[in-house]
């Protein structure tokens, strides 16, 4: 029900936005965040917000680079990811969760649906 697109290969210092689409729901009510998870790695929080309302919460690690935002009309949230470096790459996952409280918006247990992933690639 989570489409997540917009990955692929980028050199170091470009840029990417991904997008995740709720295909047979709407995110009214619901927060949408990404998760990221590099070979070998484990699966981090990257950025997260609520449909409703504006406030967003974004990996301190990523803070001015990473940036998380919606689209009412097309029912989408995205991922603008900005001067990306090599430790960037991974697939990338968007999730959608119920009545996350702001603190639990980064841990990935909190969410009950989970998009296909996305793979993105910085080559250096």
């Known amino acids: 029900q989570l489409q997540a697109s917009g990955g692929g290969l980028v050199q170091a210092g470009g840029s990417l936005r991904l997008s995740c689409a709720a295909s047979?729901?709407?995110?009214?009510?619901?927060?949408v965040g990404w998760f990221r998870q590099a070979p070998g790695r484990e699966r981090e929080f990257v950025a997260s917000r609520w449909w409703n309302g504006s406030r967003t919460k974004i990996a301190d690690s990523l803070k001015g680079r990473f940036t998380i935002s919606r689209d009412i009309a097309k029912n989408t949230v995205y991922l603008q990811m900005n001067t990306l470096k090599p430790e960037d790459t991974a697939v990338y996952y968007c999730?959608?969760?119920?009545?996350?409280?702001?603190?639990?918006?980064?841990?990935?247990?909190?969410?009950?649906?989970w998009g296909q992933g996305t793979q993105v690639t910085v080559s250096s």
């Open positions: 999730a959608s969760g119920s009545r996350i409280i702001y603190s639990n918006l980064d841990v990935a247990s909190s969410y009950n649906y």
């Open positions: 047979a729901r709407t995110f009214t009510d619901r927060a």
